[in-house]
């Protein structure tokens, strides 16, 4: 079976650092990507997405960036990290294809920028 | 453009009744999926229940209906007999069928809260 791991569950980084988040997928190959965030209360909005490796699509300009350097994992990161960068970030996975696919949850990393 | 609308921000409901949660979705085009994913206090997104815009019956997955209504473009979630570990934050979302990569747009989802 299929499972999707994040790391790390929860992150405090001030404000001007670094971020690396990672995630990677098992149990299957070639699977489409996906960066949400989700602010407090809200919705989720995707940042990006990959449907091979090294092919990323922004959604949403800002200081963020995206890379997938192998098949399974797909990392978020960030130059210099902002306030507003707060949130819970999730990474999802679906199979290649279109439209009944269903996209699969990771357990999401917590980041307080402080 | 693509659009979900989710009309509750918090419901509550008696354990063992039913609940309806609403949502309304706005796109042009003719192909689509609509899902719903569940959302406890640890933060993971769970996938409840899948209808696509061509399939003739409602989708059904144990307790979890979906009253697709294509005509008003909604795609409400029906729960039956409702439990306490169903309390969870609720989101409704579509995907556009051709749309490259298979984006979900979400609603900004219903805080259920099912009462003893």
């Known amino acids: 079976s299929q499972t999707i791991h994040q790391w790390p569950a929860t992150l405090v980084q001030p404000v001007g650092s670094p971020l690396s988040l990672e995630c990677t997928v098992e149990g299957t190959s070639n699977p489409n990507l996906y960066w949400y965030r989700q602010a407090a209360g809200r919705g989720l909005q995707l940042l990006f997405y990959s449907v091979g490796i090294g092919q990323i699509s922004s959604e949403v300009p800002q200081n963020l960036s995206a890379s997938r350097p192998q098949d399974r994992q797909f990392i978020l990161s960030s130059k210099k990290l902002l306030l507003s960068d707060s949130g819970f970030y999730l990474c999802?996975?679906?199979?290649?294809?279109?439209?009944?696919?269903?996209?699969?949850f990771g357990p999401g990393t917590r980041l307080l920028v402080l | 453009a693509q659009k979900i609308t989710q009309t509750q921000p918090g419901m509550f409901v008696q354990e063992k009744e039913a609940v309806t949660l609403d949502c309304t979705y706005d796109?042009?085009?003719?192909?689509?999926?609509l899902f719903w994913y569940k959302q406890p206090s640890s933060g993971e997104m769970i996938f409840l229940i899948y209808?696509?815009?061509?399939?003739?019956q409602n989708a059904t997955e144990g307790r979890y209906s979906l009253n697709f209504q294509k005509a008003r473009k909604s795609a409400n979630l029906v729960i039956s007999a409702s439990q306490l570990g169903d309390s969870a934050m609720y989101f409704c979302a579509m995907r556009e069928v051709y749309n490259q990569g298979g984006k979900l747009i979400f609603g900004q989802g219903t805080e259920l809260s099912v009462k003893p």
């Open positions: 999802a996975w679906s199979p290649t294809g279109r439209g009944r696919e269903t996209q699969y």
């Open positions: 796109t042009s085009d003719q192909s689509y999926g």
């Open positions: 209808q696509g815009s061509y399939d003739e």
